[in-house]
């Protein structure tokens, strides 16, 4: 319809003074209308789903329509505001490529043809396949692969179902090793939002996190009020990263090397007795093992190791032991790197317990000791077989390895795999190796992608179930665990655009259909959000207008003398010395080794976040591919001129295996070392339905054929290929 | 009346772009085009760098060569100090973007007026911060009164040194710069 500012009027005149009616009225009037006092807005509080952080959002609703969103004042993740992606969330509820309708694969599998269908028609063609399987195979035989919110529907779905296989990549591709090494050091991980006392740190040290450019909200806002106070801030980044641009010291360090360092600062913090000793008497064990083991990494040796002098090892030790237990050391979010990376973490955490920084100021703070009770659920169904997911890792989470299903799901052992559902997650663009992940697919009866826009795993789907996005849904109230103990409602906005539904209501119908309505027993989500209210003590209604409460006093951030510190290890006690490591014939202490390093023309992929897209979910979002639409490889100055090419000409990557890249921007720049290239993750969709995101920028995930799984708990390191820059159109 | 002007402190700017986001979804600013920008500036080599990160927008002139070069009289300088424009007065002349030693007006194609940052006039009239200010993830921008002793602009002005950008146009910006740690002599 076309609509002019005079037929407008004329509309508007005729309806007199309400506009209710106008649905369709464009969205350039709504603002003018407002401004005109013609329409008042509505605020609605709900929380983001652009990435994990979940902060409390308000979004301003004018005629039906979201035109802006604000932080949410009240929630502590938000404090009043919201990134760069979440003021564009409207952009993913608009976006014209979303998913509209259930789809039906007609083509081959990675053809990308579909044909429409009813929701009936897909989801009893989910559960007939299902029924198949479960009589076939057994109900083990069905993987969920999930992350965020819609976790909170499917895994239920897939518990009742009978399966335990389960898999999220937020533990084999990203958190999994820093938290297994958090948990084997002082008996429990750092949580998400990760409990570091930024505020009140003097020294902050980073490895490779790039805080302001991975943009997690109230973290990064502690990081500006740290960095305004003057903590001084150590990065420790191949890169010179905007983090390392705020700088006391810049570590521009080899990659793969990172570990040599925290070895050696650990023996000069050892050697000259900068550890808090009171602490150490008090708290943990081991400590002269540790000691023997570091006796040889001295700082000479790790300058050797890491490219850097022993001078800036020594006296950043020196600066990290003068402030401590006032010191943060980030162990970081994305640590599948090396292979090596529960060590890594336990490194970090070795380096914190010796500071004395784990429950103090400007440290590690603790977690609420509240907890809310469960509410009262039909008890799942024992699996028959013993889970898959875990793989022969000692340590693995119960996130589940997802590789390990894919290994399954292609040879068949220990038993088949034959149905995946994949909810939250983009498994193309999350899981290395993409060739393996194809091969998977083609070995399975039946792939569900529940999702809301087209993404690339999607268009590999048997059925396509089109979610609404987060501001058209109820999901589960959001329980969150930082200093204090906070609930958070998701609720709609604006009713659901196309045929979209939410996801309790997709599993809901799947469970109906395969006789599981037992384990759904709600009419809808509301009604199970209020029956939690209740149980909780929590007013509903009041939630509804506030969005998110904060229990009172539900704060013990640091060791008193009242309160001391519990751990959760074997012994009770930090472990500098692990014995359940050496029990299962791993490292007690970790050891450097040395890794792989770039042949000659070659440089180390390694890559990272932009603070306008969150992995590769948000490419495609108008208002957000507007600030940065296609990803840049970033190459030092001088090797660049050597290869002659120049700053933002398209160039391509070839990695180790021949595998090459879509063309990509060069960034020639002063910021980065001569022996790796970097690029943001995410880009490069292979989705012809993303109008905007296909094809643009190169897939970094399609350059990781190789990755280094960590023994100790089966999280898959992705910084270990190799690529060769080429000039578009050069063929080698 | 208030004499309203903005403090960016660059050492809490992480270039996150949250305040680009904001300003366009508060305003409808048209694809392709920017009421304000963060400037990524690095100067050395490697590894001895130097890094700026700047937000830049309309610096809201005490002299504003918009003003005196627009021939219809659409912009002004309103009482409390904000370069304003009345969008019914607009041609569309280009006079005020080419003027701009900021850089910081555009032509808004779809409604056919000159556009630019206006401090979000439409909020503070509402008791509201700016758009940007109110979701600056660093707490780099700082909005409010000068006149007011109290206010956040004028305390930080107060406690630290601060630039204008260009200075030498004589433009008299109500856009102040913190780069560096420590209080004026």
Known sequence: MKFSRRTFLKASGAAGCSLAAYAALPEKFLLWAEEQGMLKASYVPTFCEICFWKCGAVAKVLNGRVVKLEGNPAHPGARGKLCARGNAGAGLLYDPNRLKTPLIRTGARGEQKYRKATWDEALDLIASKMKHIKSEFGPESVALFTHGTPTDHFLPLLSAYGSPNVGMPSFAQCRGPRDVGLELTFGEGIGSPERVDLTRSKVLVLFGSHLGENMHNSQVQDFADALAMGTKLIVVDPRFSIAAGKAHSWLPIRPATDLALMLAWIHVIIKEQLYDKAYLDAYANGFTELAAAVADCTPEWAAHETDLSAESIVE??????????????????????????????????????????????????????????????????????????????????????????????????????????????????????????????NKLDLLVVVDVMPTDTAMMADVILPECSYLERHDALAVGKGRSLSISLRQPVVQPLYDSKPGWWIAKQIANRLDLADYFPWQNLEEKIQAQCALWGVNYQELKKVGTITIPNSANPYITAEAPAEFKTGSGKIELYSKEL??????????????????????????????????????????????????????????????????????????????????????????????????????????????????????????????????????????????????????A | MPKYAMVVD????????????????????????????????????????????????????????????????????????????????????????????????????????????????????????????????????????????????????????????????????????????????
């Open chain 1, 316 to 441: 950043t030790a020196r600066l990290l032991g003068h402030n401590a237990p006032n010191v943060c050391l980030h162990p970081g979010r994305h640590a599948t790197w090396y292979g090596d990376d529960v060590q890594r973490s336990r490194a970090i955490g070795i380096l914190a317990a010796l500071l004395g920084s784990w429950g103090r100021e400007g440290g590690y703070f603790l977690a609420t000791r509240t907890s809310l009770p469960k509410p009262e659920s039909k008890p799942f169904p024992e699996p028959a077989k013993a889970p898959l997911n875990l793989g022969n890792f000692p340590f693995a989470g119960a996130e589940g390895v997802t590789q390990e299903i894919r290994r399954a799901t292609i040879s068949g052992t220990p038993y088949p795999i034959k149905g995946w559902i994949v909810t939250g997650t983009n498994l193309m663009k999350a899981m290395p190796n993409q060739k393996e992940t194809i091969e998977a697919i």
């Open chain 1, 582 to 731: 050496k029990e299962k014939g791993f490292d007690p202490v970790p050891r450097y080794t040395r890794h792989p390093v770039p042949r000659q023309g070659e440089f180390r992929l390694v890559y990272g976040r932009s603070p306008v897209h969150t992995f590769s979910r948000t490419a495609n979002n108008p208002e957000l591919h507007e600030l940065y639409p296609e990803n840049e490889v970033w190459i030092n100055s001088g090797k660049a001129k050597d290869l002659g090419v120049i700053n933002g000409e398209y160039v391509v990557l070839v990695n180790q295996d021949g595998v090459r890249s879509n063309r990509i921007k060069a960034k020639v720049t002063q910021r980065i070392r001569t022996d790796c290239v970097y690029v943001v993750h995410g880009f490069g969709a292979a989705s012809k339905s993303l109008s905007r995101a296909f094809a643009k920028g190169a897939d970094d995930q399609g350059m990781i054929t190789r990755y280094a799984v960590d023994p100790i708990c089966g999280s898959t390191g992705m910084h270990v290929n190799f690529v060769r820059v080429e000039k578009e159109g050069v063929h």
């Open chain 2, 10 to 185: 660059q050492r809490r700017c992480v270039a996150c772009m949250a305040c680009v986001v904001a300003c366009k979804k508060e305003n409808e600013v048209p694809p392709g085009q920017f009421r304000t920008r963060v400037v990524e500036q690095v100067e050395g080599e490697f590894p001895k760098l130097r890094m700026e990160l700047r937000s830049e927008l309309c610096n809201h002139c005490d002299n504003p060569p918009c003003v005196y070069n627009c021939p219809t009289g659409a912009s002004y300088k309103s009482p409390d100090g904000m370069v304003l424009l009345k969008k019914n007065r607009c041609v569309g002349c280009k006079a005020c973007v080419a003027s701009c030693p900021y850089d910081a007006r555009y032509i808004n194609e779809e409604k056919g007026f000159a556009d630019k940052c206006t401090f979000c006039s439409q909020r503070i009239a509402e008791g509201k911060q700016p758009a940007c200010v109110s979701t600056c993830i660093g707490k780099s921008r700082i909005f409010g009164d000068l006149e007011d002793p109290a206010s956040a602009v004028s305390a930080a002005l107060r406690d630290n040194h601060h630039d204008v950008l260009l200075a030498s146009a004589g433009t008299n910006p109500r856009v102040f710069y913190i780069k560096k740690f420590g209080k004026p002599e």
